[in-house]
């Protein structure tokens, strides 16, 4: 298994400019998450979905669209990049039912001029 | 709704001695609670979790955390501290619905733990 996966690993965009980020795995988790990393702020959750065609949104989703057609991709989408999104995203999954971790993958690190 | 803080931004511990990093949290049922650790420029690893039974949990690398349900904290600990053991910690709180986190954790504002030689 390669567990979670991210891409791009580091991205530079100028303000508005859009793009994906893209988070894929391949565990067969119905659960995943997209987190933003800031510097003292911890990580915080930006939406999330608990299986294929079901989104909602976390703590932090304004200027941020996900969707979920499949078990396994669960892009995040920034339709107008801003400076304050500069940030590193973290996606995760994990089982739907029980005990269950989430597993998280390597980062995007995202610079928005 | 859920919180969790993290009261130290930064822990500075000498090789070879204990350490305690504490946690607490806010939720209105019983928590699911969680230790993450995070190296420079990697992922988070998980140390350890509680969801239920036995308030006393072991995680990898020697760690083990205390639920204290009187206190809402979940304090992480290491005996005898190591230089590998460097690096930031994240206590998160997991938002429960039919026995799972639902895909949703809180994040503390996480620890920076230095360790002197």
């Known amino acids: 298994n390669a567990g979670v996966t991210q891409t791009p690993k580091f991205q530079v965009l100028k303000t508005g400019q859009s793009m994906t980020l893209q988070c894929a795995q391949d565990?067969?988790?119905?659960?995943m998450s997209w987190y933003r990393q800031d510097p003292g702020m911890g990580l915080r959750l930006i939406h999330y979905?608990?299986?294929?065609?079901?989104?909602d949104q976390g703590e932090v989703p304004n200027g941020y669209n996900v969707s979920r057609s499949t078990t396994e991709d669960f892009p995040l989408r920034l339709l107008s990049a801003a400076p304050s999104q500069t940030s590193v995203y973290f996606c995760?999954?994990?089982?739907?039912?029980?005990?269950?971790?989430?597993?998280f993958g390597p980062g995007t690190r995202l610079l928005v001029l | 709704a859920q919180s969790v803080t993290q009261p130290d931004i930064h822990i500075t511990v000498s090789e070879g001695a204990s350490l305690e990093l504490r946690c607490n949290y806010s939720?209105?049922?019983?928590?699911?609670l969680f230790w993450y650790v995070q190296s420079p420029g990697q992922g988070l690893q998980l140390l350890l979790k509680?969801?239920?039974?036995?308030?006393l949990v072991q995680g990898i690398k020697g760690f083990e955390a205390e639920f204290k349900r009187s206190q809402s904290s979940f304090n992480l600990r290491k005996p005898s501290v190591h230089w590998s053991d460097a690096a930031e910690y994240f206590c998160?709180?997991?938002?429960?619905?039919?026995?799972?986190?639902?895909?949703?954790?809180?994040f503390g504002r996480g620890t920076q733990l230095t360790v002197w030689p």
């Open positions: 995760a999954s994990s089982y739907a039912e029980g005990e269950e971790t989430q597993y």
């Open positions: 565990m067969n988790h119905e659960y």
């Open positions: 979905s608990v299986g294929a065609g079901i989104t």
């Open positions: 939720y209105g049922a019983t928590p699911y």
């Open positions: 509680y969801f239920s039974g036995d308030t």
């Open positions: 998160a709180v997991g938002a429960s619905y039919r026995g799972s986190t639902l895909g949703r954790l809180y």
